[in-house]
């Protein structure tokens, strides 16, 4: 059965990205992006992984892909279609946000040890009874470039193969909302940074819940929901304008695919690398965060539950998180 988990996401991948490739105007992106993708995948994250033994360098290959994609999607898509713009800035900011932090953390100064999400990943190994790691290394890292091969690009292909070059109302509020979203990503992690950064500073070890971090344990993971939401939004239009145009088996699949952007994101945030392993190690490192646990949702945001502290009455400290930017 563990075998089966996993090699199920291939069996999609392959056919989502059969799927794109069956379709002629889509060919020639989706097979560049899959050359591109795995020679990024194979430097920037399988070969470091199979020397250190780190899976964490997949947090560097995976961001830089989806700056890829935004750069495949000015190459191969009109320059002067605002569908095109909006959709390349779309990858490209996701993309370098996360891709410029994992370079500077994790290759200009060498990173120390395995980060938590990745470690564990070792315990999930151990269960399914996967006891070689340097294979299950290789897998794991392979799950996440055939994500960017196939679910990911499915947005980058269609907006290429779009002739319209139009956003219409839909499109122009799903780019708002995208904005928003990533700013809410943005504002949360420069809070919970400044908080770590203060908490250092005075020896302190508590859970961060100031700012948006009152309203949600991982509220940075809900922004980045969004933002895949909101490209589906963007991406709706571009499906059915080629849809009288496609093979029904093609556009079904590219349809699924598109919804299924939402599910695969949502459970990476929760389950796979996101808020279960986060909140596995911050059990163990703050002894307030089951507390946290009781009175804060894990995902969407909304108030908290009874027994929350009252936010009038923090320290200095936390206020200063709570009003930063």
Known sequence: ??????????????????????????????????????GLF????????????????????????????????????????PAVLATAGIYLLMGLRMGVWAMRFMVLTRLPVELPRYRYQRRRWERDGFRNEKVSLQVEIMVQCGANVSVLAIPAALVVADTSGSL???????????????GFETTADRQKARFVKLGRRDGSHLTCDVGLWQFSRHPNYFGQWMQ?????????????????????????????????ISWTMYHTLIYYTGAVP???????????YRTYQRTTNRFFPGPRRAGQPDL??????????????
């Open 168 to 182: 219409g109302p839909v499109g122009i509020a799903a780019i708002v909302l995208w904005a928003l979203s990533w």
């Open 228 to 260: 895949w939401n909101c490209l589906i939004a963007l991406s709706l239009s571009w499906l059915t304008h080629r849809w009288p145009e496609g093979h029904l088996a093609s556009g079904l699949l590219t349809a699924f695919g598109l919804a299924w």
């Open 278 to 288: 986060a909140e596995h190690f911050s059990l163990r490192k703050r002894p307030d």
């Open 42 to 81: 194979v430097v920037g994250a399988c070969l470091p992984a199979y020397r250190t033994g780190f899976m964490s360098y997949v947090d560097v290959a995976w961001p830089w892909g989806l700056a890829a994609l935004g750069v495949q999607i000015l190459v191969f898509g009109d320059p002067g279609s």
């Open 1 to 38: 059965m563990a075998t089966v988990r996993r090699a199920a996401p291939f069996v999609i991948y392959v056919a989502l990205f059969a799927a794109l490739a069956f379709q002629p105007d889509l060919r020639r992106f989706v097979v560049v992006n899959l050359a591109i993708q795995l």
């Open 312 to 325: 009038f009455n923090r320290a200095p400290r936390d206020r200063a998180v709570s009003d930063s930017p």
